[in-house]
């Protein structure tokens, strides 16, 4: 397998430098995953202004794969309506799931079209998908109906507490 | 390297047995495949090892031709079987220099083998009639170390939750070693267990045990050790290091997964309470109560698992063919070089004792800025297997202040060539990242 397959030039860019990272106020609610078999972690807020997503902020550590991800996410959902936003998710979900041989939607994934390559790495497909379980969990706690989206998250998820 | 000159009458490097890297890697069949396009270079043997055509041929032999169940048949094969299961269990007494074949315990892996000490002492402290040593409540202590593979740690975790006692470790310094400066105070009047391991399987450090043990015996307390990265890797005595119990696993040494050991001291598994109830553990069976068998069948319950333990054996007798002083001293020499070549790696950092004395072949580090995960994939891209992660041993990652980190480990088999593949793997993480 080719490595700079999985390591496109668009990941590494969101990874060195993050569009939108950091956490911020004020916020409808948030979730916080992390995937227990490498330690990788992300936090994702969401605020709505009715049915849009004002902002999608997030923090975390570990992999390029899984920080790139939430980078993407960042710029993807924020400025959506909940509706489309959950398109994109699903879309991203189903890439992701294919093992390489599910051809993205450019019009709707944007950068997220670089992850294609991860979907070959069953090991790294959920470093990939760790910020876009966490969005949708925090999405579903602000109230925001989720049920068009996709269901074989098996990471941990627990309420922040600090 | 620098070389010192060894005062005479001590033992000189010639002394030192060797052999042959080469001929032994043609024993391992899967060493000759390639990864990525490159060859493989397998160096993640502390996670498992690999497997020789002997122990693979051993397995295929059991089914072929003596494939029976054990202690329970008269008839031919039945019979074979259970010689083959039994002279297993003799050969690993051995290996160990246990003094008799009934102190070794066949259980799946050291994971098991930790469980079950751990629930004897559940066992005898409901009811009464528990052996007063397996005895626990609360005021007791159980200590283990910082530096534990997981399943060193929640067996006594959840032994605790159950009978009230308090859980206690020893620290691990900056360096990687155990903290034992706390000792007298750790390890005290009210401490039941000792529990700890030999060899980290993050670090690589092997523990001196001898004060520790020297503690423990004066405040009567029981000593079990985490062999599972030492008894691979280096001659085990247990005769020597004065346990009362040790842990280990066969797939870490040429065997088989599914097969693992708990060597206990005869007396003390005699007065354990079985913890699996079943066929093969009962002395006699009523509808209003059974007695059990004696060790080690009282712990045995079920049909074991009879083809790898026939293979455990046949793996112990190839490690004893090469030699375990010289693998030991195979494997000290890779580390003493390994160390040095990784030193020239920009901004990489090594977790654990950074020369090659007190530590084994296993190498944690970490590398500047970029994420293990992402070093193990480049590294797996140039046909170099390494493990990354926190690899069982949160604890040691929080202790050191990173979320997981990149391990190479080695045994038998690695070669300098394999490690200089590591180091130019590293180079090409660094450009990728850079
Ligand atoms: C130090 C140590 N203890 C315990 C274990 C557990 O071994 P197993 O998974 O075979 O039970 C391992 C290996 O993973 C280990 O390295």
């Known amino acids: 397998m080719q490595v700079d397959q999985l390591y496109q030039e668009i990941i590494l860019d969101h990874y060195k430098h993050p569009h939108g990272r950091g956490l911020r106020e004020p916020y409808a609610a948030e979730a916080h995953h992390v995937n227990p078999t490498c330690g990788d972690e992300v936090t994702i807020r969401v605020a709505l202004d009715d049915d849009t997503l ?39 979900v189903e890439l992701m799931s294919g093992r390489g041989q599910v051809t993205p939607e450019e019009e709707l994934l944007g950068d997220a079209v670089a992850f294609a390559g991860v979907a070959r790495y069953p090991a790294r497909v959920k470093c ?13 706690r602000a109230g ?17 507490t600090a | 390297m620098t070389s010192i000159a060894i005062p005479p009458g001590m033992p000189q490097y010639d002394d030192v047995p060797r052999y042959d890297v080469e001929a032994v890697r043609a024993d391992f069949p899967i060493l000759g495949r390639e990864v990525n396009g490159h060859p493989m270079v397998y160096l993640d043997s502390a996670n498992t090892s690999q497997k020789p055509r002997q122990v693979l041929d051993a397995l295929r032999q059991h089914y072929e031709r003596h494939n029976g169940n054990v202690s329970r048949s008269v008839h031919t094969v039945g019979t074979e079987a259970t010689e083959a299961y039994e002279g297993a269990r003799a050969k690993v007494a051995t290996f160990i220099n ?5 102190e070794v315990v066949f259980v799946k892996n050291s994971t098991e083998a930790i469980n079950l000490v751990a629930y004897a002492f559940s066992n005898a402290s409901v009811g009464a009639g528990g052996d007063p040593r397996f005895r626990l409540g609360p005021g007791d202590e159980i200590v283990i170390s910082e530096m534990e593979h997981h399943s060193n740690i929640v067996p006594w975790q959840l032994l605790c939750e159950r009978t009230g006692a308090t859980l206690r470790w020893f620290p691990v310094t900056d360096g990687g070693r155990l903290d034992e400066s706390g000792l007298e105070e750790l390890v005290n009047e009210r401490t039941k267990l000792v529990s700890f391991v030999h060899m980290s399987n993050i670090l690589g450090t092997i523990n001196a045990t001898a004060r520790i043990t020297e503690r423990v015996r004066q405040v009567g307390a029981l000593l079990l050790l985490d062999c599972s990265q030492s008894v691979p890797h280096l001659p085990v005595d247990v005769v020597d290091l004065d346990a009362d119990f040790i842990a280990f696993t066969g797939h870490k040494m040429c065997a088989p997964s599914g097969i693992g050991v708990l060597w206990g001291r005869g007396e003390l598994l005699a007065a354990m309470p079985p913890v699996f109830g079943g066929g093969s553990m009962i002395e006699t069976v009523a509808m209003t109560g059974s007695t059990y068998a004696p060790p080690p069948a009282r712990f045995e319950a079920g049909t074991p698992p009879i083809a790898e333990a026939v293979a455990l054996g046949a793996a112990v007798d190839y490690l004893t063919g090469i030699g375990m002083r010289a693998i030991q001293w195979h494997e000290k020499e890779l580390t003493a070089y390994a160390l040095d070549a990784l030193e020239t790696v920009p901004g990489l950092r090594i977790f654990g004792p950074t020369v090659p004395v007190g530590r084994g072949g296993t190498i944690s580090f970490g590398l500047e800025g970029i994420h293990p995960h992402d070093v193990g994939q480049v ?30 480990s080695f045994y038998l088999y690695t070669t300098t060539g394999e490690v200089d593949a590591l180091v130019r793997g590293l180079e090409q993480v660094r450009k990728v990242f850079g």
């Open chain 1, 128 to 140: 990939a998908l760790l910020p876009w379980m966490a969005f949708k969990d925090a999405a579903a």
């Open chain 1, 54 to 92: 004002s902002d999608v902020s997030y923090d975390g550590m570990g992999c390029s794969i899984s920080q790139a991800s939430a980078s993407v996410l960042h710029e993807l959902l924020t400025g959506r309506d909940t509706g489309q936003a959950f398109a994109v998710h699903a879309a991203f």
């Open chain 2, 379 to 408: 590294l797996d891209a140039e046909g170099v297997e390494v493990r990354v992660g926190h690899h069982c041993a949160r604890p040691v990652c929080v202790r050191f202040g990173v979320p997981a980190t990149t391990r190479a």
């Open chain 1, 144 to 160: 925001v109906d989720v049920e068009a989206g996709n269901e074989d998250s098996n990471e941990r998820s627990e309420v922040k």
């Open chain 2, 98 to 102: 246990a003094p008799s074949p009934d």
